[in-house]
């Protein structure tokens, strides 16, 4: 792993570590470090760098929410009616303070955010959005589209072909 401009570049065999890991977080050291071809060692020392480099942000477990509670998912295209930093930087502070939004993410085009909103019911969908309006200085337009059925839910997928042209040959 090297830095050029700021910007940390990966070899193959740091590829190789992530897609591993990305593949099975519980691996153990010794399977990682068989399966990417290297010795224990050196292995964990460069996921440890991978780690404080903030590449490898954390380890989760894939949950399955339906199976514990009655739990339904909502997006919610969200846009600011006088868009500016200040408006956005308060939306996003006010957003990340919501435990039940488990997604947001800036978009470009005719709307600023689309957030994803775990409820356990309609009712409970709308007390979370008109908390949300109700914390913010500006005013918003939304639209809100529940979820009636996932589709795909990928957590996991061949990350070296993704970033394959990225890769320092």
């Not at 909502?74 to 006088?82: N, P």
Request: glycine letters at 2%.
């Amino acid at each position: 792993m090297k830095h050029h401009n700021n910007a940390v570049v990966l070899d193959k065999i740091d590829m190789k570590i992530l897609s591993a890991l990305y593949r099975d977080g519980r691996m153990t050291k010794l399977q990682l470090a068989e399966e990417v071809g290297l010795s224990a060692t050196p292995c964990w020392e460069r996921m440890k760098k991978l780690e404080r480099n903030g590449i490898i942000k954390g380890y989760h477990a894939e949950l399955d929410l339906k199976k514990i509670a009655a739990i339904s998912a909502t997006r919610v295209e969200v846009t600011l009616r006088d868009y500016s930093l200040a408006a956005a930087a308060e939306f996003e502070k006010v957003v990340c303070q919501m435990p039940e939004v488990i997604e947001c993410e800036a978009v470009l085009g005719n709307i600023d955010y689309i957030l994803k909103i775990l409820s356990r019911n309609v009712e409970d969908y709308q007390r979370l959005i008109e908390s949300l309006l109700a914390s913010l200085s500006m005013e918003v337009e939304h639209k809100t589209l529940p979820v009636s059925k996932t589709i795909k839910q990928a957590y996991h997928c061949d990350i070296q072909d993704v970033v394959a042209s990225y890769l320092d040959e």
